[in-house]
């Protein structure tokens, strides 16, 4: 099954002088499979990246998840959409700096309340418990290290479940040893849980270990 | 909005508030100054306009009723020809021989006090006399009153210096005399004074108190004797009197019951709107001066609850744009920092009430200057929950205003645009 279908996604920028970002762009991702774009510094992998996140709506195109239309849905039906069904993990860590690593990976799914507020205590603690970071629950998240930060950040990715994860340079700000604990991560999920993983990234290496690889130059995709 | 939604927004908004204490207190204490402030002028103003009332209302009737001498009326000649056809020209008319009187006066006291809006009606008789001091003859004017009514309408006991009102009735001689007059011929009560009527007849009289309105023009000249002592001195029936005073259950109904009475009877009437219209245009003016400032108090702490909220939005533009990408919507982020102001608000309008309270109970232990003329302690102020409830209401729909224009800036925050730097 197809976890996310583009058609002809298309996306101009307007500033400073009107630009195409992306060309007619149409790929597919199967569910449950590791991708990785890749292409050189304003090849337009990162906004192809939000495009599929939903959360830029200005483009041109169709974006299918699991076969049902995402394009055209108006910013409350998107958020719902992301709170439910997407995972989001970025390059700079961005937790919320005066809640706790717990408070924050509960945050999405108290929005969610597909459970009790006790049962998403359990799971977070679940979801920190997989990415190595449970001891530190109740530490204030503006206390921790890069690294740390970003455990804590897919653990809160993780928290509803969602199909798709998206990273946008999960591990471009973090150093080798955090690195590959953020990919083993990564992986794990792809292979045991079926759950889709889209990230986009310069690291060679991290591509390497990915199933699929995108790679982009100019707005086009030049190799899949 | 589920209760659910609201509650983990509110988290967020403490946890917002928490984490910069020293910026939501000075919010907070923008938002109490403002509405102390209010409080304080607004019971101040209306301690003082309620005071300046009462000594209206204490010095003179609701309704007035007398029957002034009319100077004008239809020529008898008009009565010989067809007015319609010819004019009449009458040079300075004189007018007829009439007593000031008010006929059938206690039958239209009696029914007057009847009427169920009268709380009290009193008969009152009053004339021009000269008191004579050695050599000089001081003007004053003597009001024969039923003493018993007349003292439950104006409370003449409350107004005493020395003296009794009670002794009028046990002495047929008796009179009170206003306090400047008794200054200016040296009086004290037990001292005899000689009267010269209108009519020139001379009347020794024996002073049994003094009292004092606080106001010059009444404390001046204004005499009281019994009403049976006035008609004697100026030697008219037990049925004679010229002017009926009444005071009403609830002053406000003043103005709509005197055309009504003056319709019935024919006499001329005025109620006290009418005879203090300076003083309520007075009180006009000082209230729409106390709100104007008040609300403007109130606008400036709005602003400074505007600023701060504007600058904890472009703080929070990271986590803002976090919470989006994770699926919260527009109106969770504007609930958000909405309770954030809403907060600040109700807590720092409860701390003005509070301190509103304090200081206005503060001025109403200042003593105030005393004078001859006015007649009063410390500083009026007015204690009403009406005011209270008005101030936490103004407060709250400032900060709510003043969060709102921030708040829905937030929840407009592209995450794109923050998440990519």
Redesign the interface.
């Known amino acids: 099954m197809n976890a996310i279908e583009a058609r002809n996604i298309t996306k101009f920028f307007h500033e400073p002088t009107t630009f195409q970002v992306l060309k007619q762009i149409s790929f597919t991702v199967e569910k449950g499979h590791f991708v990785s774009l890749v292409g050189k510094s304003g090849c337009g992998k990162s906004t192809l990246l939000y495009v599929l996140s939903t959360m830029d709506t200005d483009y041109e195109g169709e974006l299918l998840f699991e076969n049902h239309l995402i394009t055209g849905k108006n910013q409350d039906e998107l958020s719902k959409f992301r709170n439910e069904h997407l995972g989001f993990v970025f390059q700079f860590h961005f937790l919320l700096p005066e809640f706790t690593v717990l408070e924050n990976v509960m945050l999405p799914a108290l929005k969610l309340k597909r459970f009790s507020h006790k049962e998403i205590e359990h799971r977070a603690i679940e979801k920190l418990q997989l990415v190595g970071m449970d001891n530190f629950a109740f530490n204030t998240a503006s206390k921790l290290s890069g690294g740390q930060q970003q455990r804590v950040a897919i653990a809160r990715a993780l928290i509803n479940d969602p199909s798709i994860i998206m990273g946008d340079e999960p591990t471009g700000n973090l150093d080798k040893t955090n690195s590959f604990i953020v990919l083993d991560i990564l992986k794990k999920l792809a292979a045991d849980n079926k759950q889709t993983i889209i990230t986009v990234t310069h690291d060679q290496e991290f591509a390497a270990q990915t199933d699929h690889i995108i790679e982009m130059e100019d707005g086009l995709i030049i190799r899949q | 909005m589920k209760s659910?939604?609201l509650k983990?927004a509110l988290r967020i908004a403490l946890?917002?508030l928490l984490?910069k204490k020293k910026q939501t207190l000075v919010a907070m204490l923008g938002v109490t100054f403002g509405i102390s402030m209010f409080i304080v002028m607004i019971s101040f103003m209306t301690g003082v306009n309620d005071f300046l009332m009462d000594l209206t209302l204490d010095g003179s009737p609701h309704i007035h009723i007398n029957n002034p001498v009319k100077t004008e009326r239809a020529p008898l000649a008009a009565a010989a020809y067809d007015t319609s056809q010819t004019r009449i020209i009458l040079h300075h008319q004189k007018p007829k021989q009439e007593l000031p009187r008010i006929k059938n006066g206690f039958q239209i006291l009696r029914e007057i006090r009847q009427h169920p809006d009268v709380s009290f009606a009193s008969p009152q008789l009053t004339s021009q006399v000269f008191f004579n001091n050695g050599a000089i003859r001081f003007s004053g004017m003597v009001v024969g009153i039923d003493v018993k009514q007349e003292n439950a309408m104006y409370k003449l006991h409350e107004k005493m210096i020395s003296g009794t009102v009670e002794k009028l009735l046990s002495n047929r001689n008796g009179i009170l005399v206003g306090e400047k007059l008794s200054k200016k011929m040296n009086i004290v009560p037990g001292d005899r004074v000689s009267l010269t009527t209108a009519n020139g007849d001379v009347f020794m009289m024996k002073v049994v108190g003094i009292f004092a309105f606080g106001i010059t023009t009444i404390d001046d000249v204004r005499c009281y004797v019994d009403l049976q002592t006035a008609q004697k001195l100026l030697g008219k029936s037990a049925d004679y009197f010229t002017d009926l005073n009444i005071k009403l259950k609830d002053y406000r109904k003043a103005s709509t019951l005197a055309p009504i009475l003056k319709a019935r009877y024919g006499f001329k009437t005025e109620d006290w709107e009418q005879s203090n219209a300076s003083i309520l245009t007075g009180e006009m003016v000082r209230n729409t001066m106390t709100y104007v400032v008040a609300i403007t108090m109130l606008i400036v702490a709005g602003f400074g609850i505007y600023n701060i909220m504007n600058m904890t939005v472009v703080n929070k533009m990271?986590?803002i744009?976090?919470?989006?990408?994770?699926?919260?919507?527009?109106?969770?982020i504007i609930l958000i920092f909405l309770l954030q102001s809403i907060i600040i608000g109700i807590i720092g309008a409860l701390m003005g009430v509070l301190t509103g309270i304090l200081i206005s109970y503060g001025i109403n232990q200042i003593p105030f200057p005393t004078s001859d003329v006015i007649k009063i302690e410390t500083f009026p102020v007015a204690f009403k929950m009406k005011h209270y409830l008005l101030a936490i209401f103004f407060g709250f729909l400032t900060t709510l205003l003043a969060g709102y224009f921030p708040s829905r800036k937030a929840s407009k925050i592209d995450?794109?645009a923050i998440?990519?730097?």
């Open positions: 659910s939604n983990l946890v917002h984490s990271r986590d744009a976090i919470l989006k990408a994770t699926g919260y919507e527009g109106t969770d995450p794109v998440i990519r730097g």
